[in-house]
DNA sequence: GCGACGTACGTACGTTGTACGTCCGGCGTA
DNA sequence: TACGCCGGACGTACAACGTACGTACGTCGC
């Protein structure tokens, strides 16, 4: 390993990881003679090779380290150990980039699904995967949840809840309804529990003392539960609600 | 060719287009002699006097113009015909203006509630009412969305659900759950009609012809009932979810 | 050999949020 | 009446941002 490394080599490190001590030569020593062209490059392995999709990884990557609004094409180049221009030969914009953080972050919904099973079940699988790319991903929830994805990826979701729902047995209308009822409770769930991540985050537990301070009068109910809304487990509320959904939509297929 | 000339663009072209034809005295001609202090003010119409309150409104009037992206300190300050900097006597920082407009909208709900009325109807009017709010401020939706509300506004909204939970006969964990599972569908339903709108405002009907390059293999339900999912009745959708909520929560209401 | 091309890069511009210092007009006290 | 204080309005300044543009270099088809 390393043996003969001539000159001081482009460090060459793929990922966010700054290289200490070189200046990852960025000002090229010479454009002199020596180094014919063709043995010159093959075995040194000079770079990965900037890719869109080494690009939105890093992108990733940073959001879930520091959030979304910690983005900038600067950092998102450091981390490359590239120029900051040199993104753009492979994507066009930042909006561009963020929609490939959405469209990658989307594409992790595991959509397995076994139509063997009872309708209800597989509903609930369903929703329960956008759950847990909601605990895979959660800081880049916001910009997917925020970008339109109507590419196929982002359709696939809706091709599988509209297959469930034929299978209860609703008609068309009423399947396209019960897919969004559905989706809207997955995306708000997640809403919510991305801002008690983020309450959390910034604060030890706020809500404890905040409550105290309310005027009783106005507040009877919220106190009294104090407790019960302090706690937060979110898989728990997350199940409730998703039952009560697909119990009423039972309901509605039976009758039918 | 090198436009090389040093100092001589700058052009200072100031706005976007407000404002036609008056320069709106930003030099201010004179602080100069007469002008009696008692007798002065009150016809001249000085200036409505800076306020938090005017910041924030102002700021909601440009998210709603131009959403919330394009808000910055600088264009409220020059709606406002004041210097950037005098912001800052009024509101910390951005983030907190912005907690300001949540805080604002939030406030706008409307909690009425008639507490002889059967709990389902006042379950559904609650939920109701954070549609209404989305429909009244439908940009600024995300900033609500996005800031925790913590304070006694934002608590309001809980108090009724949990009042109306209590109506309903729920014990204590069984009321938070019922609220957060409500209030998941109503964020929800807001974020999906926000993405529609944007969608809408960006081009004219993207889905039409996005469906049709699908691939029909994949994609058979989706193709199927392109024309309903194409068509976006908000307020049924809306109708139908909460229904499938309410009529769920009875039933687990009447097993009690 | 040579041109065309794709990609990495540096420079530069306009815009953003906001720290800091200055200035002024009205108030409390002497 | 005089004076000093203070809060609010303002200008200047800076770092960080997104990105348009021009350039330099490696590779590939002739």
Aim: glycine share 4%; proline share 10%.
């Amino acid at each position: 390993m390393s043996e003969a490394t001539p000159p001081a080599a482009a460090t060459t490190r793929d990922e966010p990881r700054p290289s200490p001590p070189e200046p990852v030569a960025p000002v090229r020593p010479e454009p002199v003679v020596s180094v014919r062209p063709e043995q010159a490059v093959p075995e040194q392995a000079v770079r990965p090779a900037l890719t869109r999709e080494r690009i939105v990884r890093a992108a990733i990557g940073l959001i879930e380290a520091d959030g979304p609004e910690a983005l900038s094409m600067r950092r998102v180049a450091t981390a490359l150990d590239v120029a900051v221009m040199s993104l753009y030969n492979h994507v066009p914009n930042k909006k561009a980039l963020l929609e490939g953080v959405a469209e990658h972050v989307a594409n992790r919904l595991d959509l397995a699904d076994d139509p063997s099973a009872p309708w209800p079940e597989r509903a609930r699988a369903l929703v329960r995967a956008h759950r847990k790319m909601a605990r895979d991903f959660p800081r880049s929830l916001t910009v997917v949840l925020s970008h339109k994805v109507d590419t196929p990826a982002g359709l696939r979701p809706a091709e599988r809840a509209l297959a469930v729902a034929a299978a209860a047995g609703f008609d068309g209308p009423t399947s396209v309804r019960a897919m969004r009822a559905l989706l809207a409770y997955a995306v708000g769930t997640q809403m919510r529990e991305l801002r008690v991540a983020e309450a959390f985050a910034h604060l030890g537990t706020p809500a404890a003392d905040s409550f105290a301070r309310l005027d009783p009068d106005e507040f009877p109910h919220v106190i009294a539960l104090a407790s019960e809304l302090a706690e937060n487990d979110t898989e728990a509320d997350f199940e409730f609600g998703l039952d009560l959904l697909i119990t009423a939509l039972q309901l509605r297929a039976a009758r039918a």
